[in-house]
């Protein structure tokens, strides 16, 4: 009898706290409506971020959507960011509410701020529901030529998300020679972004094809890189065979700097790509192995 009344009791308080979660989240939807809250950005971001807070612990939410959609026309970038979580949250599992979440997205696509254009597009490509995919083509491809560099790499990883949902579509669309072509982008961050993303896409057929143009383009802008994307180039680098010996000497002289460099991995990278290259050169790949060996 006593654990029975146990049980009841427990469900009691279930039941108590069920309604109490429903009571609030209908509190919630009057304060996201409330014209007043939405005419005070911090009242109304709290207001976000304790629906947030909620789904974060499990409460369904789900039925504030349309109040969240209506949040997420804001140029207030966190609003904007904690939204997007709270769409693309229900968007994968629910599919009625995933079409509203894409048409939002690609409403933001094509926003004035290349900072929401940037993130619309990072969460559409990171929606794990391949009905999405015949959306994703043109704010894809779109992101891709962007005049922003922060939306150009952003796109370009994009290109490695749909690669995991969809590999056909790569080819399909292009992309692998869009990302080629992408490597004489201005920007460093964003050819850095499309070495990586080439190394995953051609993962089956070795990764990124390094040919004589693209491994003195690179070398040539070496130093515009920070310092993981040096050690990202150098490593890339390894897989090139120069023609001869002044090739060898011409690549020796742009990586010399490099061994004194303040970050230890450049240096690292820089060593191991010279005694690769000097590698069938004895007396100078001895000279230089002293060389390294002393400083």
Not at 42 to 59: D, E, H, N, P, S
Not at 117 to 124: F, S
Not at 144 to 171: C, H, N, Q, W
Request: proline residues 3%; aromatic residues 6%.
């Amino acid at each position: 009898p006593m654990i029975t009344e146990l049980m009841m009791a427990a469900q009691q308080q279930a039941v108590v706290r069920m309604e109490n979660k429903k009571s609030e989240v209908g509190e919630l939807r009057t304060l996201l409506r409330s014209v007043e809250i939405q005419r005070n950005p911090k009242r109304y971001l709290q207001v976000v971020q304790k629906v947030i807070a909620y789904m974060t612990l499990g409460v369904d939410v789900s039925k504030l959507f349309s109040e969240m959609i209506m949040a997420g026309a804001t140029q207030h970038l966190v609003q904007k960011k904690l939204v997007y979580l709270y769409l693309t949250n229900y968007a994968e599992s629910n599919s009625e509410l995933a079409l509203l979440t894409i048409n939002t997205l690609q409403k933001d696509c094509r926003d004035r701020n290349p900072m929401i254009r940037g993130l619309a597009l990072r969460n559409m490509c990171s929606l794990r529901i391949p009905s999405i995919l015949e959306y994703l083509s043109e704010p894809l491809q779109a992101g891709l030529a962007d005049r922003s560099a922060y939306v150009r790499k952003t796109a370009v990883m994009g290109v490695v998300k749909v690669f995991y949902l969809e590999p056909g579509l790569i080819s399909q669309w292009n992309l692998v020679d869009v990302l080629y072509q992408m490597l004489r982008d201005k920007d460093p961050q964003v050819v850095s972004n499309c070495i990586s993303a080439l190394n995953e896409v051609l993962a089956n057929e070795g990764g990124m094809v390094v040919n004589t143009k693209i491994a003195h383009y690179l070398m040539n802008r070496l130093r515009e890189f920070n310092e993981w994307g040096q050690c990202q180039v150098m490593d890339l680098l390894s897989r090139y065979s120069p023609a001869n010996e002044d090739e060898i000497f011409d690549i020796l002289n742009v990586l010399d700097d490099r061994l004194r460099h303040t970050n230890s991995g450049v240096v690292l990278a820089a060593t191991r790509l010279i005694l690769q290259f000097t590698e069938d050169l004895a007396d100078i790949h001895h000279d230089i192995f002293q060389r390294i060996r002393g400083t």
